[in-house]
């Protein structure tokens, strides 16, 4: 059954009229409650559906339009069965995951084939309301959320030390196009993608560095211009294929 609330209420952030959120699982995990808090929080369209099936057949058109489409860690089995279709329904929006324990989500990190499907984010349901909605508003920003413990658990790649990262082999992620990619940045925008990639800040990065913030802020702009991505988010996810041994090592400095 799909639940939806809209009203006039808005932030001070203007969102486009057609930006919605869609949650996709039981009403024990999405309460009228919950959607109501996002309504007013956001004052953007929330609905919930107990299937993405359900969802298709109660739409006029599924087609692309902004939405942002929230996977309940229940549905996991269905999200990894057809990816393609959850991530139709969230092409010009995003996809995330909603989760309430660790192994759902490390299992969907593992498995989830983000250069055929797209990045997704992740949800965390058992956080403060004030952290929920904050990662929720990451979200309708496209920026999506990454938990440490997912960055911690990936596999790291056998690379033959002294060996710059551009001139090792290829592998499934780290394919020629990224490798020659990653080969563009200079020695000062490789350290500060490390660095992104750890979770440090503009300002942490700059005291650590010994640069401005601005300089920082000037080197992300260059690193996401060479590596072809439009937040940190996707520029951790980058680096983390390409030099998984070095963002696993400690910071720099």
């Given at each position: 059954m799909n639940i939806s609330l809209q009203d006039d209420a808005r932030g001070q952030i203007e969102y486009p009229e057609d930006l919605s959120i869609v949650f996709i699982g039981k009403e024990l995990f999405y309460s009228n409650q919950t959607l109501r808090s996002v309504q007013n929080e956001?004052?953007?369209?929330?609905?919930?559906?107990?299937?993405?099936?359900?969802?298709l057949a109660e739409t006029e058109n599924p087609g692309p339009s902004e939405r942002i489409v929230v996977v309940d860690q229940m549905m996991l089995e269905d999200l990894l069965a057809r990816p393609a279709d959850y991530s139709?329904?969230?092409?010009?929006?995003?996809?995330?995951?909603?989760?309430?324990?660790k192994s759902p989500a490390r299992t969907l990190f593992e498995r989830w084939d983000r250069i055929r499907f797209g990045n997704i984010g992740y949800l965390p349901m058992n956080v403060a309301p004030d952290v929920w909605r904050a990662i929720l508003r990451l979200l309708m920003h496209e920026e999506l959320h990454l938990p440490c413990f997912l960055a911690d658990s990936m596999p790291a790649t056998p690379a033959a030390p002294g060996i710059p990262v551009e001139k090792q082999p290829a592998t499934r992620t780290r394919s020629p196009e990224k490798l020659l990619q990653y080969a563009k940045l200079t020695r000062r925008e490789k350290q500060v993608l490390r660095l992104v990639s750890q979770g440090q800040s503009n300002k942490a990065i700059a005291a650590k560095l010994g640069i401005t913030e601005h300089t920082v802020k000037l080197h992300m702009h260059n690193v996401s211009g060479k590596i072809d991505v439009s937040n940190r988010t996707a520029a951790a996810h980058f680096y983390f294929e390409v030099a998984p041994n070095e963002a696993r090592s400690a910071p720099v400095g």
């Open positions: 956001f004052g953007v369209r929330a609905s919930r559906y107990d299937s993405i099936d359900e969802f139709r329904l969230a092409e010009a929006g995003c996809l995330a995951f909603a989760y309430r324990k």
